[in-house]
């Protein structure tokens, strides 16, 4: 079992910036690849941004790239999603999620942890 705490939301302006956390624990979370997903109201649930188990991988949604990092810190067991240049179209809840496998990807089912999620408001 994984258990996973995401922080760091809050209501910020466009163009601000803003880095969420999500602290794990339970199962070596050295070994699992890692992802951070949203869902905006009455929307479904997307990808945003994944890292493999040891850091050296990363994918992002073609709608973050430039203005999104991922990056991870095993020693702390925590997952950091660095948002830059934030638009209202950010605004949404960000889950983090956690996978059995080392290896990332983009889709929901690939994952079988999930934390509760934080909510990401952008402001116009």
């Known amino acids: 079992q994984v258990q996973l705490v995401e922080s760091g939301g809050g209501l910020v302006q466009a163009g601000g910036s803003l880095r969420l956390s999500c602290a794990a624990s339970?199962?070596?979370?050295?070994?699992?690849?890692m992802g951070w997903f949203r869902q905006a109201p009455g929307k479904g649930r997307e990808f945003v941004a994944a890292?493999?188990?040891?850091?050296?991988?990363?994918y992002y949604a073609d709608f973050v790239k430039g203005r999104f990092t991922i990056s991870r810190d095993n020693a702390k067991n925590t997952v950091y999603l660095q948002m830059n240049s934030l638009k209202p179209a950010d605004t949404a809840v960000y889950y983090c999620?956690?996978?059995?496998?080392?290896?990332?990807?983009?889709?929901?089912?690939?994952?079988?942890?999930w934390g509760q999620g934080t909510q990401v408001t952008v402001s116009s």
């Open positions: 339970g199962r070596t979370v050295s070994m699992t690849a």
């Open positions: 890292v493999s188990a040891g850091g050296g991988t990363t």
């Open positions: 999620a956690a996978s059995r496998s080392v290896y990332p990807a983009t889709t929901d089912y690939h994952y079988d942890y």
